[in-house]
């Protein structure tokens, strides 16, 4: 079945240790998401990508950084995780072209010591 | 800024009542999409809804889009504790990136 893939489903970093989340998915869907969600609250967009382009939202932290090396990959990257960004990590696709469903992937739980 | 106020945000129900979930704005969507979410696990697509008027039926779940496209409303019928979760309504405007706008979400617990 086509589907949306994160790994790990849990993660453990240490305060400022770098970490990277992955996604991938098999819908060879041109827009990929990254999300932040925090409890019980709606996921907070922080970047996407049509294609390769990159979008960054306004009020994402330069903590957080993303990579697209191909159609079916997507790293985000947290280069000194704090306290704060201890969260739920959502990945989600689009066919985009004027599509506005997304379909998400099970999501990266990350905890930060 | 676009903005989705969704309503209730916690509901807290016995199994067998019935429920209503609103999103509302004062913004034209070119869709609306319903998803729920278990602790743990990412949201699942419930329904997309894009005609004005629009009324979806998923077994016990009731979707509708307002008439002007500015709101929808999601009704369960007869819950069960296998409804619990956070309810997720988001607003499309049909752009070449399918960015959505999402409601705060709607916590439901139904008790046994």
């Known amino acids: 079945d086509a589907m949306v893939i994160q790994n790990p489903r849990y993660q453990v970093t240490q305060f400022g240790k770098p970490v990277t989340l992955s996604c991938s998915q098999t819908?060879?869907?041109?827009?990929m998401y990254w999300y932040q969600q925090k409890s019980s609250q709606a996921p907070k967009l922080l970047f996407h990508y049509y294609d390769k382009d990159f979008n960054n939202e306004a009020d994402t932290p330069d903590n957080f950084q993303s990579r697209r090396p191909n159609t079916s990959f997507c790293f985000l990257d947290i280069r000194s995780p704090g306290l704060g960004d201890a969260a739920m990590y959502l990945c989600?696709?689009?066919?985009?072209?004027?599509?506005?469903?997304?379909?998400f992937g099970p999501g990266t739980r990350l905890t930060v010591l | 800024t676009q903005l989705l106020e969704q309503s209730p945000q916690f509901l807290s129900i016995q199994e067998g009542e019935n429920l209503t979930v609103y999103c509302n704005s004062s913004?034209?969507?070119?869709?609306l999409q319903w998803y729920r979410q278990e602790p743990g696990e990412g949201p699942v697509l419930l329904v997309t809804?894009?005609?004005?008027?629009e009324v979806k039926k998923l077994k016990r779940l009731t979707f509708q889009f307002g008439d002007a496209r500015k709101d929808s409303s999601l009704h369960i019928t007869a819950a069960q504790p296998g409804d619990t979760g956070l309810y997720l309504c988001a607003g499309g405007r049909s752009s070449n990136t399918g960015k959505l706008i999402f409601g705060q979400g709607t916590t439901l617990q139904v008790k046994p």
């Open positions: 809804v894009v005609t004005g008027g």
């Open positions: 913004s034209v969507f070119s869709s």
């Open positions: 989600a696709t689009s066919p985009g072209q004027f599509t506005d469903t997304q379909y």
């Open positions: 819908l060879n869907h041109n827009v």
